[in-house]
């Protein structure tokens, strides 16, 4: 490809899309600074390729790092000295993060943090949000220093393109209702917005009461014909096919139209940079201006030692990053450009994760593309990624540059990133820089997640203790989930059920559920209320078991309010079956709390599994920490199954909370824990469904049943004081029934059979019910119940003498092959 780059440099590396597809570009400079390509994506069919962002072209290091330093010292005319010293410098992964960190260079005294594809265990996230049309869109904020988006500054936002201004407006809405500012200033390569877009985000900077301003290189537009996708995936699939008919696969040929590999392949060359200890890689964790001294004072060294790796007959080299580490391999190819002199030709681009179609066409941004494994063990998964524009570019040598997280057996396997590198160069380099790992004292904990940010729920109703993963995909359909979690294959607490959209007869029904039962709700509430105020604590810290248990603990700290005038701090963790209770909570709550103060609460007993796991649970902590005080016995609204001395009530009926899921409980989903997402010092994690606003009752249902204090206060006094002079020793007599039933029925196991009403709700909306068994004559606390059987397929079997109004019994021995073709149970299993 080089040999014939003279006489190709006139033309544009777009023409052959935009003859194709009939895109146009719109605005002056925009062919010096972009080519086109196609992506193989569905949501968008083009690819704005960028000749000075390092990622798909390589490019000279100097003129890349000077695109962004250029646009930094422009951010800092436009805030002046005092303001960049407050300011925060954000980069978009992965394909700005460089660039982001070069602007940051450039602003000067801002400290510089990127987002991120990569969950790092250990490190709190301080948000997350949506990239719409990228590859792969979540998107993950986890600052080493939580405090290093929470100042008022200005929030400077670095991507390589402004396009539809969705990525923006979706980081500005998560971060501004966490810590809102002032002003933001944007910072791109080119602005690309349609007109309608600028409006948008003019209209949104009004309604949040910020400035917003925008700095870019090129501005301009990209004319799109209505058909585009269509044409766009036309495009890919024939030349897909033609390439298929006359190449070896990829895993084979490992690129379209590929230059013949090398007869014999490369040798491999590790070099020891001696990276400055304590220099993080990049700005996955944060970058101060401490650090860029440091970094820029170690480059000269790491330069001479790369330059004396190279063989003497080198004339042209790439320096070849890494995904999201842009930065250090920039870095390096700056200082080794100056190194280096006219002895040779320096360029640099980086690794990627997007699919694009190359094309081996002069007037093609993307004329190559090498494919390989993942080597960084990602949180998705597997997959391929991608080198574009190496193989053909006439490298005499490349250096590439991984972080130690990615120097991996994948990265040295034969069909690894280095064996593609040493098919199509002389030399190959590989110069790894420390992973950089934050360094978090256990003991020091993010404060607790509030409303609105986290939860519709008031801030003083609860704090969350929690992690938000609002921006990670957790959910997976109901049959899948349940055939995994009998298999072994995976347990429920590291996937989330798809949220139930109840239909507008379920929400009828409960409406009326509500208005039946508000007044006695509102005496269990006032019960155990006062029963843990007489005999617990004057003052207790109300914890809930998320999130079953926050709508009844947001009730007790209402009723406190109201008869005692007492505002207790109410906080919600979470606890899983067979993992037990969040233990950095517990870790929080004995720092700020003492631990006989805290009382823990849940909505309901079914068996008493999660009794029994609060109890070993504290225990565990105990032994481990050395930290006494706190009390298992937990305070229930309703205790069917005999399994605590606190409680409103023993009667098993039905409670409205649990006849939906996130829409009456603030709109956070149930709690997650997984190994990749949750590090030994986070909370475990839970997600925010704001998306679901309209369909909230959460504060509805709080506000009736609060409605009713008043009338049943007299009530509550009498029924307090026949608690407090009976024998409320737990009897666990649903536990003995639940053994029964497993046996009778041929189930063999007690977690597949769910007593009360409130565990039955819960099998209908999250599980593979088998069947239902529901006590003879039991009325309207059913009707939802019956609904949502019927809605199933599932069938309701009435039973005399059943300890509970009914039991839900989840499938047993479940596959996807123990349903009928409708996906309904099958009953003969």
Not at 445 to 472: I, K, T
Not at 573 to 591: F, K, P
Not at 596 to 601: E, H
């Amino acid at each position: 490809m080089s040999d014939r780059k003279a006489s190709e440099d006139v033309v544009w590396s777009g023409t052959w899309v935009a003859e194709r597809l009939g895109v146009e570009l719109v605005g002056d400079d925009l062919r010096e600074l972009l080519g086109l390509a196609l992506r193989r994506n569905p949501r968008r069919a083009h690819l704005l390729v960028s000749n000075v962002l390092g990622k798909h072209v390589p490019q000279l290091p100097s003129v890349v790092r000077r695109s962004g330093y250029e646009l930094g010292l422009r951010v800092r005319e436009l805030l002046g000295p005092d303001a960049c010293a407050r300011a925060v410098v954000l980069g978009y992964a992965e394909t700005a993060t460089g660039l982001g960190h070069c602007v940051a260079d450039g602003v000067g005294d801002a400290p510089y943090l990127h987002s991120t594809r990569r969950p790092v265990a250990g490190v709190a996230r301080a948000g997350g949000f949506e990239e719409a049309h990228s590859h792969a869109t979540s998107h993950l904020l986890l600052p080493e220093d939580p405090r290093l988006l929470a100042g008022a500054g200005t929030l400077v936002l670095v991507d390589d393109e402004f396009s539809t201004g969705n990525t923006v407006l979706n980081t500005i809405r998560d971060l501004h209702a966490r810590f809102p500012r002032e002003r933001y200033v944007i910072v791109a390569l080119v602005d690309m917005r349609a007109p309608a877009d600028r409006d948008r985000l003019d209209a949104f900077a009004a309604e949040i009461g910020a400035r917003v301003d925008l700095v870019a290189l090129a501005s301009g537009t990209v004319r799109l014909p209505e058909d585009v996708l269509e044409k766009g995936r036309a495009l890919v699939e024939a030349h897909e096919s033609h390439e298929a008919q006359g190449e070896r696969g990829e895993r084979e040929g490992a690129a379209e139209r590929l230059p013949a590999p090398r007869t014999e392949p490369a040798p491999v060359t590790r070099v020891p940079l001696a990276w400055p200890d304590g220099v993080p890689d990049g700005g996955r964790h944060g970058f101060t201006p401490a650090h860029r001294a440091r970094l820029a004072a170690a480059l000269p060294g790491m330069a001479e030692r790369i330059a004396r790796a190279l063989p003497e007959s080198a004339r042209r080299v790439l320096v070849l990053g890494f995904e999201e580490l842009m930065y250090a391999p920039l870095a390096l190819g700056v200082a080794l450009e100056g190194h280096l002199g006219g002895e040779a030709e320096v360029r640099y681009s980086t690794t990627t994760r997007s699919p694009v179609l190359a094309v081996d066409d002069p007037g093609y941004a993307i004329r190559t593309r090498l494919v390989f494994p993942a080597h960084d063990d990602p949180a998705d998964g597997p997959g391929d990624r991608y080198a574009y524009n190496v193989a053909g570019g006439g490298f005499d040598a490349v250096v590439a540059v991984v972080d130690s997280t990615a120097d991996t057996p994948a990265l040295h396997a034969p069909d690894g990133l280095l064996a593609r590198l040493a098919a199509h160069t002389g030399h190959v380099l590989l110069a790894v820089v420390p992973s950089y790992a934050p360094e978090r004292s256990p003991s020091v904990l993010p404060e607790p997640l509030r409303g609105p940010a986290f939860s519709s729920y008031a801030p003083d109703d609860v704090g969350w203790l929690l992690q938000d993963l609002s921006a990670v995909t957790l959910e997976a359909p109901t049959e899948e989930r349940e055939e995994a979690i009998q298999s072994g294959g995976a347990h429920y607490a590291e996937s989330l059920p798809v949220e139930y959209q109840p239909s507008a007869q379920y929400q009828e029904l409960f409406r009326a559920a509500l208005d039946d039962s508000a007044a006695r709700i509102a005496r269990a509430v006032g019960t155990v209320t006062e029963t843990v105020i007489a005999e617990r604590s004057p003052r207790p810290v109300l914890v809930s078991l998320a999130r079953a248990g926050t709508p009844v603990g947001v009730l007790m700290r209402r009723w406190a309010q109201r008869r005692h005038g007492l505002d207790l701090p109410h906080y919600a963790v979470s606890i899983v079956r067979g993992r037990g209770i969040d233990a950095n909570a517990l870790r929080w709550l004995a720092a700020h709390h003492d631990p006989a103060d805290v009382v823990f609460v849940d909505g309901w007993t079914g068996k008493g599994a999660i009794t029994r796991e609060l109890a070993a649970a504290i225990r565990e902590f105990e032994e481990v920490e050395g930290v006494t005080g706190f009390d298992p016995d937990m305070a229930v609204l309703a205790d069917p199954g005999s399994c605590v001395r606190t409680y409103g009530t023993r009667e098993d009926y039905l409670i409205p909370s649990a006849c939906l899921n996130s829409t009456v409980s603030g709109l956070v989903s149930r709690t997650v824990l997984r190994a990749d997402l949750v590090g030994p010092d986070d909370f475990h994690g839970a997600k925010f469904y704001r998306e679901l606003a309209g369909a909230d009752v959460s504060a509805d249902f709080v506000d009736a049943v609060a409605a009713r204090f008043d009338e049943v206060g007299d009530a509550v006094d009498r029924r307090v004081k026949e608690i407090l002079a009976a024998d409320r020793t737990p009897t666990w007599e649903g536990w003995a029934a639940v053994e029964r039933i497993s046996e009778e029925y041929g189930i063999h196991d007690v977690n597949l059979v769910k007593p009360g009403v409130g565990e039955t709700t819960r099998v209908l909306l999250r599980r593979v019910p088998w069947k239902i068994l529901a006590r003879a004559g039991a009325g309207a606390d059913l009707d939802h119940v019956r609904l949502l059987a019927a809605q199933r397929g599932v069938p309701v079997e009435e039973v005399d003498g059943l300890p509970y109004t009914c039991v839900g019994l989840i499938h047993p021995q479940y596959t996807r092959g123990a349903t009928g073709a409708d996906g309904k149970a099958v009953t003969g299993a």
